[in-house]
């Protein structure tokens, strides 16, 4: 199996340093070896302290990982200290691995990680070494003693850290402004851009996952370039699917994309089952103009592919409701917005049915007990339907939204769950 090696800093809450290292190498199907170089008492809110290892032991975890061990890629972290840094370049000096270094020097939650001194040393002696240099703003600024301004600024602060011996420096633009992030990829005189929509969080942890998994893609055989360039992906998803575990600043994922498959087997079971019951609970008559849909969308669902919908809706057949086909990933606009609305007011309420609205209906679920707002309207935004799905400015999530959609006017009402097994429950009691 290949392995990638961190030489990092120990993070007490789990989210950032070799901890979320030895996640991203195992998403990538990459075993991980350690070289501890700090213990840190942290969590989501503060560094409460901070205890250096001497530069000989970690030496010495290094040596007994090449000793036995095939190390395919390594990458540094926090590695805290000028006489660390320097132990670390003098050691891997000679040794033929792709390097990472990021130089680490301030926590997600804003508090110090490095002595005075790191900084020299990064610049004096490990960046000469390094694969590639992966620093964000504020730690290029330091590397480079000046500010970094704007994009022609940022791309010539590549070529400067490149200067420093690195065969390429990856400028991670997290912490700049704007609604884009872009990371700059300096390689062989020409420059790459990656960018994606700004997740709007300080993230704890992302900065050493990006690390991680270049390192793990180098150790696959995957070019820099190509390395760079997935590992982007996989760190854009990491943080938009971040979670909270304190009080303080959320913790990036760097097991989204595993999570994610193993929670789409399951959305996509869930949803045919609870489609065929529904098949055969509805009339005919409630099947909805155009065919009824029935979706379940993944827990950090942002668009249609993120939401599990039929391939064919339930349509109505001599009086009955039929069920034509299976489940996919893809839902149509209508239904995304629906679910996206609801997950916006609750991030539980995850699935939705779509039926046939009559004032009959209406009333069936409010005898029932269950609650239902009205759709306001649907606009045109860009050639595409919007719906203003009256979820927003309410308190709840309702049972049931309704009204008429489409520039066709069809007349629908959307019964909400938290999964298709609830939703199913409310369509049993209007069917009963």
Known sequence: M?????????DSSGGAGLQADL???????????????AITAQNTQRVAGIHALPPEQVLAQIDAVLEDVHVSAAKTGMLYSGAIARAVAKRLRDERIPLVVDPVMVAGVGDG???SDLADAVRDELAAIATVLTPNIPEA???LGRTIAGEDDAMEACRELSALGSEAVLLKGGHAEGPTCRDILFHEGRFIVMEHARVPIRGHGGGCALAAFLAANLAKGHS?????????ESVRHAVADNYLIGHGVP????LSRLYRSASSHVVSEKVLGAAREAACL????????GGTEFVYALPSAREAGDICALEAPIVSRGGRALLPAGVAFGAS?????????AMARDGGMRSAISLRHSPETVARLTDTGMRALPIKRVSIIDGENSTDTGLNARGFVPDAVFGLLGPEERSEMYLLGRDPGEVLDKLRKLVE
Not at 251 to 254: L, R, S
């Open 2 to 10: 290949l392995v990638a090696m961190t030489i990092a800093g120990s």
């Open 23 to 37: 996640k991203a190498f195992a998403s990538e199907g990459v075993h991980g070896a350690v070289a501890i170089t």
């Open 113 to 115: 990680l490095s002595l």
């Open 141 to 143: 600024e330091v590397l």
């Open 224 to 232: 820099l370039e190509d390395a760079a360039i997935r590992s982007n």
């Open 251 to 254: 913790v990036v994922n760097p």
């Open 282 to 289: 509805m009339p005919g008559d409630w099947v909805a103009q």
């Open 333 to 341: 606009p209508r239904m995304t917005a629906i679910i996206r609305a």
